[in-house]
């Protein structure tokens, strides 16, 4: 959505670099080895900034939510994660993914998300700590817009979806943006490809490099237990088992993922072989 709302498609006034090139000025493309929630940033770049490594790290996760509609106009409200601000940018999101799932209401798990807030100090402690670093785009300049990103991703964590939804949504990935399910054709053809690589390659923690070797698919894997999974050209699939391994992955959703790739020979490079014959 990030990469979307940056495209003169979608905003006639928005200047400068576009979609995958916007987003990707604040958030790094490259899988961390880290766990999910660790501190480290990419070495500095030319600018001599640091960045998340990528979109799917917490900290990547709070940078790009950060570029969600920032340009609502409704005011900011200290410490009031309801605002009519705040459910202003949740609806956009949430339409988004309503439009990937094909038309389905998309709501919200407001226990989950208090329950997070409350012991998110990690996360507060994180944005902050990229903040001083000059990690954001330049548009959060105050304490009350860095709290607000990090709230904004705390309820987009808090959206509640079941595993049909989530297989509606990989599917229209799998289809390279256009729904399956209505023919509404929900992103450009780039940015599917560009989720798609990203989650090829640092979907899973880390874990993605095993996950890539094992499986060969774009993924993401959720600590709800759940992962989606876009076999491209083919199908959208969730698994949904809520004992995570070490790495804050499904136990049986990883293997089951492997033996599903070996019985129907549907990674990546399968696929290309397949078509070679």
């Keep these: ?29 490259e899988p961390s080895g880290r ?14 900034i640091s960045h998340p490594f990528n979109p799917v790290t917490n900290a990547g996760s709070i940078v790009t939510c950060a570029m ?12 009031d994660p309801v605002s009519e601000r705040m459910e202003s940018r949740m609806e956009k999101y949430k339409g988004f993914l309503s439009d990937l799932c094909g038309g389905d209401d998309i709501g919200d798990c407001m226990d989950v998300f208090f329950s997070e807030q409350e012991e998110a100090y990690n996360n507060y402690a994180l944005a902050n700590f990229m903040r001083a670093r000059g990690t954001f785009p330049p548009h959060i300049m105050t304490h009350e ?15 509640r979806v079941n595993a049909r939804l989530l297989a509606s949504a990989a599917s229209t990935y799998a289809t390279f943006g256009q729904c399956p399910l209505t023919g509404e054709v929900t992103m450009a053809e780039s940015e599917a490809k560009q989720t798609m690589s990203i989650l090829s390659s640092c979907g899973m923690y880390d874990f993605s490099g095993e996950w890539a070797c094992t499986v060969g698919l774009p993924a993401k894997s959720g600590v709800s237990g759940n992962i989606m999974i876009i076999v ?3 199908c959208g699939i969730c698994v949904w088992s809520p004992k995570l391994d ?26 290309l072989a397949r078509s070679r014959r």
């Design 1 to 29: 959505l990030a990469m979307r709302m940056h495209t003169a498609e979608y905003n006639p006034g928005h200047k400068g670099p576009e979609g995958a090139a916007y987003v990707h000025q604040f958030v790094g493309q």
């Design 68 to 79: 969600v509609d920032e340009d609502n106009e409704l005011p900011i409200v200290p410490g």
């Design 246 to 271: 070490q790495t804050g992955n499904s136990v049986r959703g990883v293997r089951m993922a492997q033996l599903l790739k070996d019985h129907l020979r549907c990674s990546l490079l399968d696929l």
């Design 145 to 159: 817009q860095l709290r607000e990103s990090v709230d904004f991703y705390l309820r987009v964590c808090s959206t």
């Design 232 to 234: 491209p050209g083919m």
């Design 35 to 48: 766990a999910f929630n660790d501190f480290e940033l990419t070495r500095p770049d030319a600018n001599g």
